[in-house]
């Protein structure tokens, strides 16, 4: 297997085992957080803000920037998106969600733009160049060798998804397991 076909089969795999996760989310608890526990993110704000990473990774190795069918480019740091897009500014880093779904696409377009951005990453790798997959680039405060973006992207998103766990927990839904 090359390297190239590894990185995307590890960000592929990364969203099957989050996609398991997503059982029992609809429009109607979306955008919940509970008032105690400590929980910062709610599920549409956790695959936004997962879709949007994906994307700016992607952007390093193909070129193309966010998706305007699936991002308003700028928003606010709590809103902004609709039904059918996120509002950029309002999944980063920093930014806060809010328990208003108007602010948020419905449940199954957040699933839809997570699992497209997780597709568009994994493609973006499994296409680089070897040269493009050694270069250095900027990401948050270090400078890295581009592949290395692939691990961090599927941590991350293992890492988001252990957060839409606890608000499952929160919501009372089954287990996953079960």
């Known amino acids: 297997m090359s390297r190239q076909l590894a990185l995307a089969t590890l960000l592929r795999e990364s969203r099957t085992l989050c996609v398991r996760y997503f059982a029992g989310f609809d429009d109607s608890n979306r955008t919940f957080q509970p008032p105690a526990g400590g929980l910062p993110n709610h599920f549409a704000w956790c695959l936004g803000h997962m879709a949007y990473t994906m994307h700016r990774v992607a952007e390093k190795l193909d070129g193309r ?3 305007e069918s699936d991002f308003i480019d700028g928003g606010t740091p709590s809103g902004g998106g609709d039904a059918q897009r996120f509002a950029s500014k309002s999944v980063t880093m920093g930014s806060t969600p809010v328990n208003d779904p108007a602010q948020y696409p419905t449940a199954a377009r957040c699933v839809e733009i997570f699992s497209s951005a997780c597709e568009r990453c994994a493609a973006a790798f499994e296409h680089a160049t070897d040269e493009a997959l050694d270069r250095e680039t ?12 692939a691990p961090r992207m599927a941590f991350h998103n293992g890492f988001h998804t252990g957060q839409i766990a606890d608000l499952r927990r929160a919501l009372g839904l089954r287990s996953i397991f079960a």
């Open 138 to 149: 900027p990401w948050g405060n270090v400078t890295i060798k581009t592949w290395q973006l």
């Open 65 to 67: 920037a966010l998706p």
